[in-house]
């Protein structure tokens, strides 16, 4: 895994949607695609902010209309991303201490361009064919 770089194993593409976009249809369109999140992007594929399957459960316990209520009302803001070439266990770190499960990847203009999921990191560990040794990595 030391090795490795984020766009190695980042998820493309990434399921987006604007902020307008309602509940019924992300949480739609999410089983359909069998993922637990959406992001939401505001200007160009920029990343504006998170929608997650533990978002939509909220929906239901506060027992609101999800096909009238936006996924801007539920989503997640002021999403920390990570660029496609930083070290995997870098970003596994900063998933780690920032109690991440999704991270939106982003290129050099800050566009979306993939994310990484601990099922994507859990991936990896599991291969036999990955070198999965831990040592510091330098950037």
């Known amino acids: 895994m030391t090795k490795l770089r984020v766009k190695d194993v980042m ?3 990434m399921l987006t949607l604007e902020a307008e976009t309602s509940i019924t249809e992300a949480a739609d369109a999410m089983r ?3 993922i637990k999140s959406v992001v939401v992007v505001g200007e160009g594929c920029r990343p504006a902010g998170i929608f997650t399957s533990t978002d939509a459960l909220s929906v239901i316990a506060d027992n609101i209309p ?3 209520t936006a996924v801007q009302k539920y989503m997640t803001t002021g999403v920390e991303t990570v660029s496609p070439d930083v070290a995997l ?3 596994a770190e900063q998933m780690h201490d920032g109690g991440y499960s999704h991270l ?3 290129d050099a203009d800050d566009d979306g361009v993939g994310i990484l ?3 994507d990191l859990a991936e990896v560990v599991s291969d036999p064919t990955t070198d999965t040794s831990v040592t510091t990595v330098n950037e």
């Open 104 to 106: 939106p990847v982003t």
């Open 32 to 34: 359909k695609a069998t």
């Open 117 to 119: 999921t601990k099922t």
């Open 11 to 13: 998820t493309t593409p």
């Open 89 to 91: 266990t870098a970003a």
């Open 66 to 68: 999800a096909d009238e």
